[in-house]
């Protein structure tokens, strides 16, 4: 199993690539992601301008050590070559696909991501949208070892259209969670939804904290006064920065060699709790370097 990247993906946020205001004011956002928008945000007479947008976007260097997604429009669409050719081009570190299916959609993307991008810089991400995606959760992510693919990033605004159903998102808990497990079995990430009312920062939190209690690495955001909270509840808290140091002490020290478990302040703790421990270490470690 692949292991899970500690880089930090609390914040990712969506910015409509045919907005040039958006863009500059980007330059400046603490997201630790930025989504370049070529979808949902952008007219279809605007397509095109807002490719070259963040394509040049990209290519500026003027976005710090942010990470740099380009959300192309789907498979289904005119202007779904021209997005995926032109955004490896220019050096983005993912492009995002809608709209995705089955594992035969990551295949075929994936291929030709390699076409298109011979030394492997562009990642591919995942939106899981549709409800075909949710019966195909496992086979999609499976692909994850052998592909292009990185990332799930969940969208259920447009899963409830695609249900007929209320946007409530009690009723998203069961699709959550098996994401988030067919996910981590092939060391895939995994970032929430979006939260739609960006003027109501209590109901952001309580989904933030939901989706970190069941696992995700972050949260896709609408607007920039959203990145403070996501960027708050996803990084690892201090309490559990110093007892992940301590496990990774006990196992390092000498007198523990060749153990598998260990007690450690009073708690059974195995090389499962091991491999965690670094692992939130790790993601602490890069959001500081990220400050820097």
């Known amino acids: 199993m692949l292991n899970i990247s500690p880089r930090p993906r609390r914040s990712c946020l969506y910015m409509p690539a045919s907005n040039m205001r958006a863009l500059e004011k980007a330059k400046s ?66 492009v995002l696909v809608p709209k995705i299916l089955n594992a035969g959609d990551i295949g075929r993307i994936s291929s030709l991501l390699d076409e298109h991008d011979k030394d492997a810089k562009t990642s591919l991400w995942a939106m899981i949208e549709m409800p075909l995606a949710i019966v195909n959760l496992g086979a999609i992510a499976a692909t994850g070892p052998d592909t292009r693919l990185t990332s799930f990033v969940m969208g259920f605004n447009d899963l409830a259209k695609e249900m007929r159903a209320e946007h409530d998102r009690t009723i998203f808990g069961p699709v959550m969670t098996q994401a988030v497990i067919a996910a981590r079995a092939y060391g895939l990430n995994i970032i929430d939804s979006v939260y739609n009312d960006f003027n109501d920062p209590d109901g952001l939190e309580r989904e933030c904290r939901e989706a970190g209690k069941l696992g995700f690495d972050g949260k896709s955001l609408i607007h920039p006064a959203q990145i403070e909270t996501a960027n708050r509840v996803f990084a690892p808290q201090p309490e559990a920065i110093d007892e992940a140091q301590a496990i990774i002490a006990a196992f390092k020290d000498p007198v523990n060699a060749g153990k598998g478990v260990l007690v450690v302040d009073g708690k059974m703790t195995e090389l499962l709790h091991y491999r965690q421990a670094k692992q939130l270490v790790a993601t602490a470690e890069a959001i500081a370097a990220l400050a820097k």
Not at 37 to 53: C, F, S
Not at 60 to 78: A, D, F, W
Request: proline share 5%; hydrophobic share 40%.
């Open 29 to 94: 956002l603490p997201a630790d992601t930025i989504i370049f928008d070529l979808e949902d945000a952008v007219a279809p007479d605007a397509k095109e301008e807002a490719r070259a947008n963040a394509c040049d976007a990209v290519r500026s260097g003027e976005y710090g050590k942010r990470e740099l997604v380009v959300r192309i429009n789907g498979m289904e669409t005119p202007w779904f070559a021209e997005d995926l050719s032109q955004a490896c081009l220019s050096g983005a570190d993912a």
